[in-house]
Nanobody, 120 residues
Framework: VQLQASGGGLVQAGGSLRLSCAASGRIFSINAMGWYRQAPGKQRELVASITSGGTTDYAEAVKGRFTISRDNAKNTVYLQMNSLKPEDTAIYYC???????????????WGQGTQVTVSS
């Protein structure tokens, strides 16, 4: 199983970016999916999560600015980021809790990370 994240980049404060993360491989189903971020010198933190049924949760720092969504048919999760601030600068990682076809085991899988840089 692989998760491939994309969509990061350099943007000015107040701008927008849309991150995507596509899962591939021997996937039977995907339960919760989420986006995390890690800024230099800081611990990785949860930004937003979404269940298979579409229930979402957000970190206080991004509420009202970020929107998480998913396309179950494409095994893809998105993060729309609006009104970006310099403090949003970090490497963004996606994670999926995936049930593997055949073994029926459930494990967490991480994407490789995508850099988001917001200039002031």
């Amino acid at each position: 199983v692989q998760l491939q994240a994309s969509g990061g980049g350099l943007v000015q404060a107040g701008g927008s970016l849309r991150l995507s993360c596509a899962a591939s491989g021997r996937i039977f189903s995907i339960n919760a999916m989420g986006w995390y971020r890690q800024a230099p010198g800081k611990q990785r933190e949860l930004v937003a999560s979404i269940t298979s049924g579409g229930t979402t949760d957000y970190a206080e720092a991004v509420k009202g600015r970020f929107t998480i969504s998913r396309d179950n048919a494409k095994n893809t999760v998105y993060l729309q980021m609006n009104s970006l601030k310099p403090e949003d600068t970090a490497i963004y990682y996606c994670k999926g809790r995936i049930v593997i076809t055949g073994t029926w085991s459930t494990d967490d899988y991480w994407g490789q990370g995508t850099q988001v840089t917001v200039s002031s």
